[in-house]
């Protein structure tokens, strides 16, 4: 073969591997830097923070963040510092607003009530506090059990029904009150978040009957549709409750005197007036007179 002709094919196989190994090292570089994260300094918790904490500089610190931002980080610990944990922020996750009140808000409990919502207190036990799985957080029914009062309930006896449904947990845990002796004693008490007409609803429930708090699953969500039980019914194996019907009101009796009529300075002894009785039975209204009964001398 022409010496010639192969040495221009050495130099052209020479060319084309360089220029391979150059566009190669190019593209990889390219790569490499459009596939790498963009990193930010955000703020971190320093150590678990839990529901109620108010912050401190020591309960945060300044982290490097890769990839895109979480919705609501903070950058600076100056934009944190004083305000109130309403949601458990985990050690080195980024401090975002929505798990933060208000500024100004403060922290506790009542930094995590949401305007228009009342936080009721329900004391209970270890059965009415469904052996302690209500935690903060969980959805629970209300259930009370009870006597109708001023009532015709058909001697259906002790009434149970479904009063409250799908209430949020807003906290559970323990109560430190004094017995009669002035002793401390342990008492559990769990926080429904309510409504203010709930709130009232729930003080009649909790001083006039018994309450009983029930479990659901969070995602349920539904209304359950229920006729409520009676003591009668677990003997004779119903499931229909009467309606509880108001006792009919009782007529109102008003008993007054007659005015006596006017007479001269000089009459003596005269008669005394009748008596007056007003009875008032709903809508209806009667008058009677009935003559008054001597005194005896």
Not at 170 to 179: E, R, Y
Request: overall charge positive.
């Amino acid at each position: 073969m022409n010496q010639r002709l192969v040495s221009v094919l050495i130099f052209a196989f020479v060319v084309s591997a360089g220029a391979s190994v150059v566009l190669y090292r190019l593209i990889a570089s390219r790569a490499t830097t459009s596939a790498a994260p963009a990193i930010a300094q955000v703020v971190v918790a320093s150590h678990t923070l839990e529901l109620g904490t108010l912050l401190k500089d020591s309960d945060l610190k300044t982290g490097n963040w890769s990839g895109p931002l979480p919705k609501g980080a903070v950058m600076k610990k100056e934009d944190l510092v004083g305000r109130g944990v309403i949601s458990t922020v985990y050690q080195d996750e980024p401090v975002v607003e929505s798990r933060l009140a208000a500024k100004g808000a403060g922290a506790g409990l009542a930094a995590t009530i949401p305007p228009g919502m009342r936080a009721f207190a329900v004391r209970v036990n270890e059965v009415v506090g469904v052996a302690g799985f209500v935690v903060p957080g969980m959805r629970v029914d209300v259930l009370i059990s009870g006597t109708p009062p001023t009532a015709v309930n058909n001697n259906m006896g002790t009434v149970a029904r479904t009063l409250l449904q799908n209430v949020e947990v807003l906290s559970a845990g323990q109560n430190f009150q004094k017995d009669t002796e002035g002793k401390p004693i342990q008492v559990q008490v769990v926080n429904l978040l309510v409504t203010p007409d709930q709130c009232e609803i729930l003080s009649l429930a909790t001083n006039e009957t018994r309450v009983q708090l029930v479990l659901r699953n969070p995602l349920d969500t539904d209304t359950a549709k229920t006729k409520g039980s009676a003591m009668a019914n677990l003997f004779t194996g119903r499931n229909d409750t009467p309606a509880i019907t108001p006792a009919a009101p009782r007529p109102i009796v008003r008993v007054r005197r007659a005015p006596a009529p006017a007479a001269p300075a000089a009459v003596k002894d005269k008669p005394a007036p009748p008596v007056m009785v007003e009875v008032i039975n709903g809508s209806k209204r009667m008058e009677a007179k009935f003559a008054p009964v001597e005194e005896k001398q």
